[in-house]
C-alpha cells in the first residue's frame, strides 16, 4: 500500500471505531505508559472488555 493509501485506511478505521463508542487501543497504551507507568498495560481483548463494560454500564441488557 502507499503511505497516502495506508494513512488513509488508518484514519477511517479509527474514526470508525470512535463513532460506535470504542477508543483507539493504540493511543490508550501510550497514553498509560507515558501517564501511568506504574499500570499493567491491558491487552486488546481486556481493554474492549473495559471500554464495554464503561459504555454499557456491565448491565447485559437494555433498559426498555
Do not use: I, N
Given at each position: ?13 479509527q ?32 481493554f ?10 456491565g ?6
Amino acid at each position: 500500500m502507499k503511505p497516502s493509501l495506508q494513512a488513509f485506511r488508518k484514519w477511517a478505521v479509527q474514526t470508525a471505531r470512535l463513532c460506535c463508542g470504542v477508543p483507539d487501543y493504540d493511543v490508550y497504551v501510550k497514553h498509560l505508559r507515558e501517564h501511568h507507568p506504574d499500570r499493567q498495560v491491558p491487552t486488546y481483548a481486556e481493554f474492549f472488555r473495559e471500554r464495554q463494560v464503561a459504555r454499557y454500564k456491565g448491565t447485559g441488557g437494555r433498559c426498555c
